[in-house]
């Protein structure tokens, strides 16, 4: 695989997501990704501006940037899940990021639950995030041709 092209999603704010190559979200290697059908739309913190968002997987996006490549350097891709804390909700919610590959799971949950802009789907008000329930790290490692 050619390590400069990556398959990204990215917030409103233009700050760009990197998948890594394989993840609960599916595998994300050239030629052609594939994503778990099952897990989108997929829920992620932006590190730059702390917002909550979504994206559908046909916002997935294939790019050639060897900046971004060369900046997740020490990144990880993290998982965080939470359950909602509202009364009589517990509906379970996926959220991913970008964040330290050294970076603890208490501070990569903490970082998460203090975003915001998430809505649940069971009820459409914003989340109420209790302790997380689950933290998963997977690394940035490409495969070379």
């Known amino acids: ?14 700050t760009a997501i990197a998948l890594p ?8 290697q050239p ?6 059908q099952n897990k989108w ?11 909550w968002f979504s994206r559908p997987q046909d916002k997935i996006r294939q790019v050639e940037n060897a900046s971004l490549v060369q900046s997740l350097t ?7 899940d939470f359950a909602c804390n509202r009364r009589g909700c517990k509906r379970h919610i996926s959220s ?3 964040f330290p590959e050294s970076s603890s799971a208490n501070g990569v949950a903490a970082f998460v639950r203090s975003s915001s802009g998430l809505k649940c789907a069971e009820h459409g008000l914003l ?16 495969r070379s041709t």
């Open 96 to 98: 991913y990021i970008v």
């Open 41 to 51: 739309p997929a829920n992620f913190v932006c590190p730059d501006c702390g917002q």
């Open 31 to 36: 030629p052609r990704p594939q994503p778990n």
């Open 127 to 142: 989340l109420q995030l209790g302790e997380s329930i689950l933290v998963q790290q997977f690394p940035y490692l490409w």
């Open 1 to 14: 695989m050619d390590v400069q092209s990556i398959f990204i999603v990215e917030c409103r704010c233009g």
């Open 74 to 80: 020490g990144a990880s891709f993290w998982r965080v």
């Open 21 to 28: 190559p394989q993840s609960p979200l599916g595998i994300f």
